[in-house]
């Protein structure tokens, strides 16, 4: 049976949710064989069970915590190398896409970045469609050189739940000094807030520059709906918002089953960031505002009154 | 300390962007060029740790004959010359490609630091800093929203997925930038009429001893088998808001069963 190595993206042991979507999207390419690498194994190996991995190799060395990126893709690559995947998956996280660069330099393969899906394609190779250009085009592609390297948006798939029997294999990988030249010498885990994170969301409520910096509206609204909460780059530049939330081109791109953009214009930039999702709704003063192009439901007016009265309304509806 | 910062010249994003039809590359002709947008954060930083101390910034860009319009950009902001690699070959090079002559290139040059924008804004891959430092065996610090260079020390702030992360290395790194850092400076007239006299070097392949097989739209490790213009998105229903505004919103998200 053909092996499909997927990342698994964690923190201590705690999958993300894009790790399943990369196990779902393995499974009709072949047999997804996970990669754990750090601490926390135990802890993750009946979830990627549940998500039909089959073997979960398990590597655990302090430099992965220890240093940027760079000792995670030599473990990888010497994975490669020695169980010859069909494919490697791997989720467009920050350090993801920078783990498949190095990763594909190494074992001079192929590497296909941001997939919004992934296919067998008439070879049985993965072949993958990708949103390009402000989400104006769409590119269908595969790897014609070496192990095909993927790496996926979240979202791509609906994460869809299957058995596997998760045998844990241990690695011994073994971590040049080379690897071991960007120290990471301080963490700081992002607070929680409560809310869905941002790109895995459902739904996302975002505000802009008609907030006038008061997000007090977009989160009732947001929790009313089970939403997360998102912002254009005008808003965090102003410093109303952080920046992790920001969506865009040099944000997070999003693609929601709905899309509330209250107060924000629709510059190319954020609608890079969001053109792809299912629904647009849009609330602004402006009825020239350029997001209205592109809506399936929009109101014209103050979103500091047409946002409270929404989420009164949708809580009366929940009873 | 010296510093080569990489640009790209890009189809302006605000253009309407299109592909190729005959072989599936990015239309670089049909549409206005220009210094990449994150990359100006790049040269920015660059200057910056260059004025601090005794820096010198080279330009470097790999890229068709317009790419000399991205170079003579960041040296009307400041950089004191520029490298501009170009050849016929390198049409249709993918990022494995690209950055195989970018590596090449910087090995040809002096440096302490290689700097480099997030993305582009036209490929927005985001792999290249990081193959960079794959290829050149040197620290990889990427992806900064802040940056400080202490004598051979370069510190980023990392803004990952759930974590915010301070990374450090000695020189010499890779080191890329996102558009936290501060916003580039406009040329000044004294910049603009000073780049005019500013060198710049013109490589092609055969001066960096890689051969043309190795890049170029035959050597790419992937295939485009199709692009197709996404249908735009239908307008919907647009109301005005006459005091029921939220109520007709929730109204509409229930017909959609969001509510």
């Known amino acids: ?319 | 300390m010296k510093i080569v910062v990489c640009v790209k010249h890009v189809p302006d994003a605000a253009a309407d962007r299109t592909f190729d039809d005959s072989d599936h590359t990015v239309d670089r002709t049909g549409v206005d060029g220009l210094l990449s947008e994150l990359d100006e954060y790049a040269v920015e930083q660059a200057l910056t740790i260059a004025e601090a101390g005794d820096g010198e910034v080279t330009v470097l860009s790999v890229g068709p004959e317009q790419a000399s319009d991205a170079i003579r950009k960041a040296l009307q902001m400041g950089a004191v010359k520029g490298v501009h690699v170009s050849d016929d070959a390198i049409h249709g090079s993918d990022a494995i490609a690209t950055s195989l002559v970018l590596a090449k290139a910087i090995e040809k040059l002096d440096y302490d630091i290689v700097l480099c924008g997030m993305a582009s804004t036209d490929g927005e891959m985001g792999v290249v800093p990081a193959m960079l430092a794959e290829r050149l065996g040197i620290a990889q610090v990427t992806l900064g929203s802040e940056l400080a260079v202490e004598g051979s020390t370069v510190r980023i702030r990392r803004d990952g997925d759930v974590s915010t992360e301070t990374v450090e290395a000695s020189t010499p790194a890779v080191v890329s930038v996102t558009d936290q850092t501060p916003e580039a400076r406009y040329p000044s007239f004294k910049g603009i009429m000073a780049a005019k006299k500013k060198p710049v070097e013109t490589w092609a392949l055969a001066d960096l001893d890689v051969a043309p097989d190795h890049v170029g739209l035959s050597a790419a490790s992937s295939a485009v088998s199709a692009t197709q213009v996404r249908p735009p998105r239908t307008k919907g229903e647009i109301v005005t808001d006459e005091g029921d505004g939220g109520v007709k919103l929730v109204e509409y998200l229930a017909t959609q069963k969001f509510v």
């Open chain 1, 1 to 319: 049976m053909t092996e499909i190595l997927v990342l698994v993206d964690h923190v201590d042991g705690a999958v993300r949710k894009p790790t399943f979507e990369l196990l779902t999207l393995a499974r009709r390419l072949g047999e997804p064989s996970a990669v754990f690498l750090g601490s926390g194994s135990e802890q993750a190996k009946d979830s990627l069970a549940a998500y039909g991995a089959e073997k979960v190799y398990v590597a655990d060395d302090p430099a992965f915590g220890d240093y940027l990126v760079a000792p995670k893709a030599e473990a990888l690559a010497q994975l490669v190398e020695s169980a010859s995947p069909a494919a490697v998956l791997i989720a467009s996280s920050t350090d993801g896409k920078e783990i498949a660069g190095r990763l594909a330099i190494k074992v001079e393969s192929g590497l296909i970045t941001d997939a919004v899906d992934v296919v067998a394609g008439p070879d049985g190779a993965p072949q993958t469609t990708q949103s390009v250009f402000a989400g104006n085009h769409t590119v269908t592609a595969s790897v014609t050189k070496g192990t095909p390297i993927i790496t996926v948006k979240a979202n791509a798939v609906s994460p869809g739940e299957a058995t596997g029997a998760a045998s844990v294999e241990a690695l011994t990988v073994s971590i040049s000094d080379a690897a071991k030249t960007a120290r990471v010498v301080e963490r700081r885990e992002r607070q929680a807030t409560g809310r869905p994170e941002l790109t895995e969301a459902a739904i996302v409520v975002s505000g802009g520059r008609g907030t006038g910096g008061d997000f007090g509206p977009i989160e009732a609204l947001a929790d009313a709906l089970g939403a997360a909460v998102g912002a254009s780059r005008a808003v965090v530049d102003s410093g109303w918002y952080p920046h992790s939330y920001q969506v865009g081109q040099t944000g997070k791109t999003v693609s929601p089953q709905l899309y509330l953009a209250a107060g924000i214009s629709g510059a190319i930039q954020h609608r890079a960031g969001m053109q792809t999702s299912k629904t647009i709704v849009a609330v602004n003063k402006d009825e020239e505002a350029p997001i209205f192009e592109l809506v399936d439901f929009g109101v014209v007016g103050d979103l500091h009154k047409v946002l409270p009265q929404a989420t009164d309304e949708v809580n009366k509806r929940k009873g």
